[in-house]
Every structure is written in C-alpha cells, then in structure tokens.
C-alpha cells in the first residue's frame, strides 16, 4: 500500500522522492512501521551470530523473540552444537 502510493506520485526524481517519503510514511500505521523495525532487528541479529542469509530468514520466522534469534532455532541449524 505504500509502495503503491509512492510509485503512484513518483517522477523518479530524487528532489520528490525527498518529498514524498515523510508524507507516505505519515499514511502508513504505527504499527506496520513497528513490526517492520522489529524484522529487521532480528534479521540484523542473526547475521551477527553468524547465519547466512537463507538461515536468517528461518531462524527469523521460526523464532519471535524480543530483538533477537534463540538459542533453540541456533541449534536446529547446527550452528550451535555445544550450548554453554
């Protein structure tokens, strides 16, 4: 829905994508914007711990922690085979 309505009113410019962005982004709910930065998090801290990409995203849905991938979803990759 956001996309759509910034590819709707875009020219490809970057002077109008400068104003478009915080217009858009004052349309789309809290909330879709919350669970966003919440992905991402987690998705940033599986590559910490050192998951290539195709493991992060199972490790990401597999797992909904606070900010963070388990140990549990670490482990059924193989990725951590003798927990402390």
């Not at 994508?17 to 709910?29: G, N, T």
């Not at 930065?37 to 990401?60: H, I, P, S």
């Not at 900010?67 to 927990?83: C, D, H, Q, T």
């Amino acid at each position: 829905m956001v996309l759509k309505g910034l590819r709707a009113a875009a020219d490809g410019t970057f002077p109008t994508a400068k104003r478009l962005v915080p217009e858009i982004l004052d349309s789309c709910p809290v909330k879709t914007i919350h669970a966003f930065f919440k992905k991402t998090w987690r998705c940033m801290d599986a590559y910490r711990k050192g998951l290539n990409a195709k493991q992060a995203e199972f490790a990401v849905k597999k797992f909904r922690s606070h900010r963070a991938v388990g140990r549990g979803v670490m482990m059924s990759l193989g990725i951590m085979e003798n927990p402390a």
